[in-house]
């Protein structure tokens, strides 16, 4: 159970909040580079509670500056995009992606206020098709994290977005806690027993945790027969980071980036890779189109209900939704343990389908929640240590931290995973996965 004031601590990000500030020590992923085109529409943007537009320059670098002109507040979302910067419609004033001014038509050719006037503007970059922000103290911002899908090339791995209606931590919780996965996605037989998956070999898993620089390993220890025990171990990375252990049958790696647009709304990017080889192509169009259907864990093409261009990620919000019970549907409930077509569409909805805020004092914990709890306390140890001393944790300077893997081994009964599965967590582009997931 969390107290209401951890939970508030925790779950708020906006600009002033601890976990707000905590977050800002970190690039965030926030679009992908084919939503800004080159002089292209100017493209709305909220990230830990701010309103930003992003925009390409005609020299292709990428802005991320605020919605609003700091000339009398006119929406930037309508400026034009064109011959290297930002022109806002109401009074012609013009501003490069990083945030000067570079024209003010109305005004008196030497005005000082052209040297003075600047809109907010954060750095970013831009890796394999995926743009990043800072939006830190640091003058000098980090390097950009060593995340293992993000620096294979870009034909080894699908990328998706996807926003869900609910607080950041809610959506990453449910990714961490490995209980949920052959009972939820599961199939149901006539008897009403769950009968897919290989972790149904055994539903009540010991969990083992143990924490590390970047975060924390989450692993279960699964009996398969008297001899062998089935480890899956997946990873928590500061700040909101998840990877998911592969499966035999589907041996890409993935996991998700959980990055806050607000304190009730998450931006999921899920990415799906294999750092050693060309991606599956018939997996990516799986990915891309669902199957018969049913979406799989990637947003497919065709799950989204576009909005206005004043909507943040207008092109990202999900027909499917609270209001629409996530697809649910009762014929669906008697085939499948839950009724929702597809597998985060079934995450989606018990991650988000009570409020976008859930009050965790109402929760009863068990020791299957092992790794939920310690990632609370790790990162309520972070928020409280970055206030109170101004302590930053490891990663948020040294982007080797982030070289990790989630992994699925067997092991003989009661056998350390931890030596036998250290070699093959630690990531490194490049490297095939050196074992049978």
């Known amino acids: 159970m969390l107290k209401h004031e951890d939970n508030e601590l ?31 529409q100017p493209y709305r943007v909220r990230l830990l509670g701010e309103d930003l537009v992003a925009f390409r320059d005609s020299d292709g670098r990428v802005g991320l500056v605020d919605q609003a002109c700091p000339h009398r507040g006119a929406p930037l979302v309508f ?42 503007a954060y750095p970013v970059r831009e890796r394999h098709g995926v743009l990043w922000a800072y939006m830190g103290p640091d003058e000098e911002p980090p390097a950009l994290p060593d995340m293992e899908w993000n ?24 990714e961490i806690d490995s209980a949920h996965a052959a009972i939820l996605h ?32 989450v692993a279960s220890r699964r009996k398969l027969d008297e001899d062998k025990n089935y480890i899956r171990v997946n990873q928590f990375l500061m700040p909101f980071w998840t990877l998911v252990p592969p499966f035999s049958q589907f041996p890409e790696l993935s996991g998700h980036a959980w990055v806050p647009i607000d304190d009730e709304h998450t931006l999921c990017i899920m990415f ?34 576009p909005r206005p261009v004043t909507y943040p990620y207008h092109n990202y919000w999900s027909k499917y ?9 009762p014929d669906l409930a008697q085939k499948y343990n839950a009724g929702m077509p597809g597998l985060w569409l079934q995450d989606a909805a018990c991650q988000s389908g009570v409020s976008p805020i859930y009050d965790r004092s109402k929760e009863n914990l ?17 928020v409280k240590r970055l ?51």
């Open 366 to 382: 068990g020791v299957s929640d092992s790794g939920v709890a310690r990632t609370r306390r790790v990162l309520l140890e972070a």
């Open 186 to 217: 599961g199939r149901v037989d006539s008897g009403g027993s769950i009968d897919q998956w290989k972790q149904a070999a055994d539903l009540a898993p010991k969990f083992e945790v143990v924490q590390h620089d970047a975060g924390v390993h």
């Open 321 to 329: 939704n609270r209001e629409n019970a996530y697809g649910y549907a």
């Open 272 to 305: 799906s890779y294999h750092p050693s080889q060309p991606f599956y192509e018939k997996t990516r169009k799986l990915f891309a189109a669902g199957h018969n259907g049913r979406e799989t864990g990637h947003a497919s093409d065709t799950s989204f209900e």
């Open 151 to 174: 620096m294979v090339p870009p034909e080894n791995v699908h990328v998706s977005m996807r926003i869900q209606d609910c607080n950041w931590l809610q959506a990453l919780e449910g």
């Open 10 to 40: 925790l779950v708020r990000v906006g600009p002033k909040t601890a976990m707000g500030d905590l977050m800002r020590l970190y690039w965030l992923p926030f679009l992908l580079s084919r939503d800004v085109p080159a002089d292209g």
């Open 387 to 437: 206030a109170a001393e101004s302590v930053r944790p490891p990663s948020a300077e040294d982007p080797s931290k982030f070289l990790l893997r989630a992994i699925s081994i067997t092991i003989p009964a009661g056998g350390d995973w931890m030596a036998a599965g250290s070699e093959f967590m630690r990531a490194e582009p490049g490297k095939d996965f050196g074992y049978a997931p």
């Open 79 to 120: 400026a034009r995009n064109e011959e290297g910067g930002l022109r806002c419609v109401y009074h012609g004033w013009k501003f490069s992606v990083d945030g000067r001014c570079q024209e003010m038509p109305a005004e008196p050719e030497n005005t000082p206020m052209l040297d003075r006037v600047r809109v907010k």
